[in-house]
Structures are given as C-alpha cells and as structure tokens.
C-alpha cells in the first residue's frame, strides 16, 4: 500500500490537505468552498466521494468553511475538539457558515488520545493558538507517519514530539517577522499574531525543523503563508538557510525536500509506496 500526502490549498486564505492510505482517505480542515476542494482533488484524479472523515483543527473559518457543504453533501463526519465544536456553535457567524450536520457525522476528538479511522490511527495534539482547544494531527498507516501542525503560535515540546520521526509533515511558515513589523497591519493585529497564541514565522519554522529532523524525514511542506506578509520565496529561502547552517541537506539526492504549498490549487502530492 502507498501513502500520499498533499495539501489542497494552504494559506490565511485558506486550509485543506488530503491524506490517502490507498484504503482510506481524509481530508485535515476545508477551510475553502466545497467546489474548491471537489475542483482541487479532482486535478490529483481524485474525488470527495472517497474521503471518510474531514479532521478540524480549529474553529477559525480558513480551517472549517468548506466543511459543512461537504459533509452533507457526500456524508462525511467531522472530527473535531469538543472545544472546536463549542466554539463554533457558540458563534453566530462560524454556526451558519458549517450549516446544519447530521448528528452522527459530529464527532469530538480528545487531544493526546488515538482514534481508527479505516486503516489510519489518528492522533490530536495541543496547539497554542488563539482558538479553544486547537490541536494538530498525526496519522500513522503501513508504517508511515504523517503530522500536520499549524497556527502555531509558539513551538513548543508536545509540538516537537509529535513531529518527530515523521516521513512527511506540513508545518506553518506564515510570516517574515521585518515584512509584518513594517507592513500595512494594525498594531493590534501585528501584536496578536507575534504572541505565544499567534502564528509562526519562516525564522522559527526553520529552526523548529531544526529540532526535530531525522534521518526518516523526506518531505516538509511549509504552508499557512501569509498573503500580506510573506512571500513563498522568501519563506523557501528563509528556512533553507537554516537548515544548511545546521547541516540538513535540502533538495538534493537523498536529501530532505523542502516545498512551500500552494495557496489556491493542489500542490505536487507526496507518495510513499
């Protein structure tokens, strides 16, 4: 069996990833339309029809918008915190953008817990973000192992386990830290998003990656980019940078390879037989 991995879209504009075990396949989030997702599978010749669980890391709406639609539309359950499902139901705008779920399709995930889903076991993680109770994602299946780990506003050791010993992952890379301090934002918004609950920057993705890069590891996808403050060369070239100063071969044979996924389309899939 093979295994692939590829994120759908990825950006503040937007979240969803696909991950298939050949057996079962799951989307994490569907923060764009369900049109987009069904248009974005469909260029990877795959189909929503074939997706069993959408996994929700949070309630903000470029994570969970595109959920409802699909849910009812091909019956799929969503998998989410009981902190995520409070959130949404305690939000008038996020509550009639998921629309009504068939009660048997809302499912709560307990972070640090383990769930079956098909042939993947499926782990939640803690995340520090500005969300109740955000978590990340783990997937384990024919021996692979694939984590998801995004908004993150600061790395911390429950983040770095959890990435460890993984084949691919994504992690977000969302900002250049001179590029925010000297853009257009609001100070209000500039101080959210540098807090410990906030998001975290090529600088701090390089050196996160750092930590827990293994010898297993082949493919790491830097996605949540910001649109106003960062650019995919600058995240790409960022973190390659640290990587080569601590001795991690990127984009070459036998080496780590490194990518920024795209925002608005599928980005190149990852496939591990």
Known sequence: MSICFCPLASGSSGNSIYISSGETSVLVDAGVSGVSVERALQTINKNCSEISAIFITHEHSDHMSGAGILSRRYCIPIYATEGTWNGIKNNHSLRNTLGKIIPDNERVVISESELKIGDFVVKAFDIPHDATEPVGYTFFSNGYKIAIATDIGEPNDVIKENLRDSDAFLIESNHDIEMLINGSYPQRLKNRILSSKGHMSNAVAGQLLCEVFSK??????????????????????????????????????????????????????????
Do not use: M, Q, W
């Open 216 to 273: 297993r590891l082949k493919h790491v996808f830097l996605g949540h980019l910001s649109e106003e403050n960062n650019r995919p060369l600058i995240a790409f070239d960022t973190v390659s940078r640290i990587l080569k100063a601590n001795g991690v071969n990127t984009n070459c044979e036998n080496g780590l390879r490194l990518s920024v996924a795209e925002r608005y389309s599928a980005s190149t899939a990852v496939k591990f037989d």
